[in-house]
């Protein structure tokens, strides 16, 4: 299993620019999640999903969008990149069950709005 | 008040002596716990997670859970330069579908 994977690694946006961070996992989990991480902070929590087809708001959801069409993928749009924007971005994934509640990320994606 | 916070740090110990890292939570309803350690560059991975009152031992690694005084503390004995790192702590509350991170304290252990 690949786990969960992030494209792209790393990327640099002008002002205004939009982009899609794509998110993939392939252990069949329910839940998906997208975090951002600032220097020196921790995870704020952007958007989430329970299932294919559901998503909801995070802590801070404003100038970001997602979908959920399949268990597979949970892709991140960025609309009119602002500096604010820039930060390292982490999916994240779990099942809905079992004993351990635990959430197994991505490697990131680090961006960069200039 | 921040849902979670954790001891500003950073925290520096020397090699072989026990680092002890806090964390305290405002939703009273929280059910899980959860500590995470990052290096730099990398992303977060669980070292471990306690659901009920009490204490949690896995290996150099004890977990602290009071919910009376919504606190949850993690301690690591014998300290190794290895374990040096950001952790973090997440504490799943009323909403099942998310949880939420505190800012990290950086751990630093000298050889």
């Known amino acids: 299993n690949a786990g969960v994977t992030q494209t792209p690694k790393f990327r640099i946006l002008k002002i205004g620019q939009s982009m899609t961070l794509q998110c993939a996992q392939d252990m069949n989990h329910n839940y998906m999640y997208w975090y951002r991480q600032d220097p020196g902070m921790g995870l704020k929590l952007i958007y989430y999903?329970?299932?294919?087809?559901?998503?909801d708001k995070g802590e801070v959801p404003n100038g970001y969008n997602v979908s959920r069409s399949t268990t597979e993928d949970f892709p991140l749009r960025l609309e009119l990149a602002a500096p604010s924007q820039t930060s390292v971005y982490f999916c994240?994934?779990?099942?809905?069950?079992?004993?351990?509640?635990?959430?197994?990320f991505g490697p990131g994606t680090r961006l960069t709005v200039l | 008040q921040k849902e979670v916070e954790q001891n500003s740090g950073p925290l520096s110990v020397p090699e072989g002596a026990i680092a002890s890292l806090n964390c305290t939570y405002s939703d009273r309803g929280s059910q899980s716990f959860f500590w995470y350690r990052q290096y730099s560059g990398k992303s977060p991975e669980l070292i471990m997670f306690?659901?009920?009152?009490g204490d949690k031992e896995d290996g150099r690694f004890t977990a602290q859970l009071n919910k009376a005084s919504q606190y949850v503390s993690l301690l690591i004995r014998d300290s190794q330069p290895s374990d040096s790192a950001t952790y973090l702590c997440?504490?799943?509350?009323?909403?099942?579908?998310?949880?939420?991170f505190g800012d990290g304290t950086t751990l630093t252990v000298k050889p």
């Open positions: 997440a504490v799943k509350g009323t909403n099942a579908g998310k949880s939420t």
């Open positions: 999903s329970v299932g294919a087809g559901i998503t």
């Open positions: 306690i659901y009920s009152n």
């Open positions: 994240a994934s779990r099942t809905s069950g079992g004993a351990v509640d635990t959430q197994y």
